[in-house]
């Protein structure tokens, strides 16, 4: 799969503000006025550009816990580089909250390392 065949969509029934489907390649937004000035509507399309990479590399056969980790890492990664800030739920939904704790403490561990130590 090559990447400009990547097409995007409108989708206001997803739940979030994007979401890839790697079975059509389609990314899906939840409306056409995103705020994409904002980190954490950007911090989004980050992950789901995990998700895209993946599956235009083909790699995308690390499917289920390990790819959205990687995800999440990314996300958390980017967000902190662009604001300071720990990501966290803008709703401020606990379960998904736990998983950004976590995806925090991992995008810290990386920041904190140096080139050296890749
Ligand atoms: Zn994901």
Known sequence: MKIDSIKVQINPLIPHYGQYDVNKNILMLKHSNLAL???VVQS????EGVHMGNDV???GIVK????EA??????????RAET???LSDP???PK???????????????????????
Request: no cysteine.
């Open 84 to 86: 300071g800030r720990y």
């Open 70 to 79: 990687a995800g999440f890492i990314a996300q958390a990664i980017y967000f």
């Open 44 to 47: 989004f399309f980050i992950h």
């Open 64 to 67: 289920g816990v390990d790819e």
């Open 96 to 118: 998904i909250n736990k998983v950004f704790s976590q995806a925090n403490a991992a995008a810290i561990s990386v920041i904190n390392k140096s080139s050296t130590d890749i």
């Open 91 to 93: 709703n401020n939904n």
């Open 37 to 39: 000035n904002s980190a």
């Open 57 to 59: 590399d083909k790699i």
